[in-house]
């Protein structure tokens, strides 16, 4: 079956800019994490949405960041008045409720480079 | 606070070799860690590890965990091309069902 799929693949923007990212989850699963990853560093943790209830949004860098998800599927990272350092590869994956830890499938990434 | 420390942080190696990647860390109420491989940009999956000194073995690649030094090894033996990646270690603990802690990776080139 298909995998998690994100859009657009690369994105370049100027400084200010607003940018909104695209995820498609894994059918069925409820899950659904957001990441961020700059250039020869870890996975930082931006938001988690299960199911219908309230998103972690605890990992979000400043209010300038949002993320929606409709339902259990589709899923948009909105990055408003871009800023340099927000250039990065923003990463988006799924699993199974995680009534304990689930393996996370990945998309393929978007990278951002803010200009 | 809470840490993974990936060693060493870029390696090279000739095909054929076999490589040793570490991963240490230091978190409250550990859970299990994770090892994925992250070739150009999705990370994909290669093993998760709960219980010390049991190896987790998968083709050319195996992985123990030492709960009582808090590491981890991930091997790969007859290095190929293709293992060419950035590996991720991440960790998860209790108090979450879904966040993990990540180290920063360990790229590894291979050489033909």
């Known amino acids: 079956g298909a995998g998690v799929s994100q859009s657009p693949s690369n994105k370049v923007t100027e400084k200010g800019k607003d940018v909104e990212l695209r995820c498609d989850p894994i059918?069925?699963?409820?899950?659904l994490y957001w990441y961020r990853q700059r250039l020869g560093q870890g996975l930082e943790f931006l938001i988690y949405f299960q199911g219908n209830s309230a998103p972690d949004k605890s990992g979000l860098p400043s209010d300038r960041f949002s993320a929606e998800r409709t339902g259990e599927s589709v899923s948009t990272l909105t990055i408003q008045r871009t800023q340099q350092e927000d250039s990065a590869v923003y990463l988006c994956?799924?699993?199974?409720?995680?009534?304990?830890?689930?393996?996370?499938?990945f998309g393929p990434g978007t990278r951002l480079t803010v200009l | 606070e809470d840490k993974v420390v990936q060693s060493p942080l870029s390696l090279v190696v000739h095909e054929g070799d076999t490589v040793t990647l570490n991963c240490s860390y230091e978190v409250t109420n550990f859970r299990s860690l994770l090892w994925y491989k992250q070739e150009k940009k999705a990370p994909t999956f290669l093993f998760m590890l709960?219980?010390s000194g049991i190896e987790k073995k998968s083709g050319r690649l195996s992985s123990i965990l030492d709960k009582k030094e808090l590491f981890s090894i991930l091997n790969i033996t007859a290095t190929q091309t293709g293992d060419s990646a950035v590996y991720l270690c991440a960790v998860s603990f209790m108090d979450s069902n879904y966040q993990l802690i990540w180290g920063a990776g360990t790229k590894l080139i291979i050489k033909p």
């Open positions: 994956a799924s699993s199974l409720a995680t009534s304990s830890y689930n393996e996370q499938f």
């Open positions: 709960t219980s």
């Open positions: 059918s069925g699963h409820t899950a």
